[in-house]
């Protein structure tokens, strides 16, 4: 099996109040459907994804999901399936602007995936052209000028735009207030734009943010002190971390840090599931 191949670009200037980050990723799962698992974390991503295709679980049989989807905010992990190498392009979005971006309304998801008709579809067959002729960047060039092009015909909610700014300053560890203070509103003008525009609460985004912290440094550093790393990220004690991280992932931090290090001992450094930290 071929390790995995990882790569981020940066977004353009005019983008980054709304994208994060564009990357690319390619792994080889072998001729048997393999398994892959893909962590919450507190952005949203959109996915192009080339190769045998790329499924996921549903109602008890294995769907093959189109290209582009989205995936916006778990909260509990998801299974994807995929066999021999599977390409992505993704483009990782801010949770509060991707449907305005998209100029789509926040819908019903299948476990945190979403089926969207957009003409950003129609650089499909174009990036796959790019990718299997291994042009890389050029593919990744093609899509950061389309959602340029997006992003000059959407116009800015400056109050989501001070808010995500709070957000993204304090990487999720701000009480709501605050945000509402930064962003000049009431708490519950903030909840009700932010549930219009992102289908989620601000609590739910800054605790998926707050988490997606232990989570990477967990990853990097599987050794670290559980409670001193509670104290840096703004939770009450270690029990509150854990709470949170249990929520999640499913298992306590402890049991996530002791399988990284299990992990690591047999994979190479540089493995990624799908989306990245």
């Known amino acids: 099996m071929l390790s995995a191949i990882h790569q981020e670009f940066e977004a353009p200037e005019e983008l980054r109040d709304s994208i994060k980050c564009f990357w690319y990723n390619s792994r080889d799962y072998g001729e048997q459907l393999s398994s892959f698992e893909v962590m919450p974390d507190g952005y949203a991503e959109i996915i192009f994804h080339f190769g045998d295709g790329c499924s996921i679980p549903h109602e008890g049989n294995v769907e093959e999901l189109p290209s582009p989807f989205m995936m916006g905010l778990l909260n509990q992990p998801v299974v994807f399936h995929a066999k021999n190498r599977l390409e992505i392009i993704g ?68 109050m989501l735009f001070k808010a995500g700014v709070a957000l993204k300053k304090t990487k999720g560890s701000i009480p709501v207030n605050q945000i509402a203070a930064a962003a000049h509103t009431t708490v519950r003008t903030l909840e009700r734009k932010f549930k219009q525009s992102s289908g989620h609460t601000v609590k739910d985004v800054s605790g998926l943010m707050r988490f997606e912290q232990v989570r990477n440094h967990l990853w990097l550093y599987p050794e670290s002190n559980i409670a001193g790393l509670a104290q840096e990220l703004g939770y009450t004690d270690q029990s509150h971390l854990s709470r949170e991280f249990k929520r999640y992932t499913g298992v306590t931090p402890a049991a996530f840090a002791r399988e990284t290090r299990k992990r690591k001992q047999i994979m190479n450094s540089d493995f990624v599931a799908f989306i990245q930290a």
């Not at 602007?97 to 926040?106: I, K, Q």
């Not at 950003?120 to 002729?133: F, G, M, N």
């Open 91 to 158: 483009i990782r979005c801010f949770p509060w602007v991707v449907f305005d971006l998209l100029g789509l309304l926040p819908g019903k998801s299948e476990n945190g995936v979403y089926l969207f008709e957009h003409p950003v579809a129609r650089l499909q067959t174009s990036l796959k052209e790019q990718i299997l002729a291994g042009r890389i960047d050029d593919a990744i060039l093609e899509v950061k000028q389309c959602f340029v092009d997006i992003r000059s015909q959407v116009p800015v909610d400056s």
